[in-house]
């Protein structure tokens, strides 16, 4: 069964940085469209980035352009999400998804984590 563990949330100032992790067991993740989604209480889950399976392309949501970064690395088996210049407004629960086609719509995901907690406060 496909597994995804999510960690390296917490609570971080604005302006400071986190990298989330986003790791699989009992299978290899560069088979697979990798997605970073997020829901905040009260809303929607949200499509944040994803990286392709094949040539590497990436993906972000207007909201985190220039402030966060996915990779993979695949020898780890681990994908992540760099994220800089935090803002209150990325206060949520942040999962990562695995599929086989790419876009930040959460349908196209077939395999989800179980979250990782991020808050951006002072």
């Known amino acids: 069964q496909v597994q995804l563990v999510e960690s390296g949330g917490g609570l971080v100032q604005p302006g400071g940085s986190l990298r989330l992790s986003c790791a699989a067991s009992?299978?290899?993740?560069?088979?697979?469209?990798i997605g970073w989604f997020r829901q905040a209480p009260g809303k929607e889950r949200e499509g944040v980035s994803c990286?392709?399976?094949?040539?590497?392309?990436?993906w972000y949501a207007d909201s985190v352009k220039g402030r966060f970064t996915i990779s993979r690395d695949n020898a780890k088996n681990t994908v992540y999400l760099q994220m800089n210049s935090l803002k209150p407004e990325d206060t949520a629960v942040y999962y990562c998804?695995?599929?086989?086609?790419?876009?930040?719509?959460?349908?196209?995901?077939?395999?989800w984590g179980q979250g990782t907690q991020v808050t951006v406060s002072s």
């Open positions: 998804a695995a599929g086989l086609y790419h876009g930040l719509d959460r349908s196209v995901y077939d395999y």
């Open positions: 990286i392709s399976n094949s040539d590497g392309n990436t």
């Open positions: 009992e299978f290899t993740l560069d088979y697979y469209v």
